[in-house]
């Protein structure tokens, strides 16, 4: 019996390869995109309440109380870092631990796309 080895085709073999990396890149593509558009709307959402708050906008009108009431809860742990006298909707007032939010979360959005990024290296 003669025994021939196998011949290996090296275009077959890189396309395998990119198949898998191609696949492996996908699902790192998807955790980045999430990740992005989560935060993309959560900092636009902080901006735009630290801008209503500036301004003194209305808790009565739709668009700020929906503002208001989705990001109250990401802004809650960082509401007591200043000391502020009273808080009041309706009142014009400059909310700094809304940027301090915003600074925190886009730092934490930051770790998270890294990790993605170490994870499916």
Request: hydrophobic share 55%; glycine share 10%.
């Amino acid at each position: 019996m003669d025994f021939q080895p196998m011949q290996q085709d090296p275009w077959g073999q890189r396309i395998a390869t990119d198949i898998t990396r191609e696949r492996t890149n996908h699902k790192q593509s998807i955790v980045l995109r999430l990740v992005e558009l989560g935060t993309g709307v959560l900092l636009s959402l902080l901006a735009i309440r630290f801008v209503f708050m500036l301004l003194g906008a209305n808790q009565a009108n739709g668009l700020a109380a929906f503002d208001y009431a989705f990001t109250g809860p990401f802004v809650a742990p960082f509401a007591g870092l200043f000391n502020y006298d009273h808080f009041a909707y309706g009142v014009s007032h400059f909310e700094g631990f809304a940027l301090v939010a915003m600074g925190f979360y886009a730092l934490l959005a930051a770790g998270l796309r890294r990790l993605a990024m170490l994870a499916w290296w």
